[in-house]
């Protein structure tokens, strides 16, 4: 059973930079790797937003609100998916939660979650 587990949320001035990371734990790396990865936010009384996600080949896709501003990668030797995230926002506050969904068996699983909090 994968477990993901995120870190590097924190507060940050708008215009800043953070870097979240999430590390999967219990997994083979040959089923890390086929898995794809995502990121997601979630503010209070809203539902689960799409941030970015990246294939096992590294083929990414990212939502228009962070286009140009924030980067999936990973690193499938070692377990890792990081969102690196650029000119940050007051609207990017949020808990960031890392995902990982396997297409073929429909595995789907989730981190605990990162609080991000852009403010002055």
């Known amino acids: 059973q994968m477990q993901l587990v995120e870190s590097g949320g924190g507060l940050v001035q708008p215009g800043g930079s953070l870097r979240l990371s999430c590390k999967a734990d219990r997994a083979i790396t040959s089923v890390f790797n086929s898995y794809i990865l995502g990121w997601y936010r979630q503010t209070p009384g809203n539902q689960r937003e799409f941030i970015a996600s990246?294939?096992?080949?590294?083929?990414?896709n990212s939502a228009e609100s962070v286009k140009g501003r924030f980067t999936i990668s990973r690193d499938n030797a070692n377990k890792k998916i990081y969102l690196q995230m650029n000119n940050l926002k007051p609207e990017d506050t949020a808990v960031y939660f890392c995902?990982?969904?396997?297409?073929?068996?429909?595995?789907?699983?989730w981190g605990q979650g990162t609080q991000v909090s852009v403010s002055a």
């Open positions: 990246i294939t096992r080949i590294g083929t990414t």
């Open positions: 995902n990982a969904w396997n297409p073929e068996n429909q595995r789907n699983f």
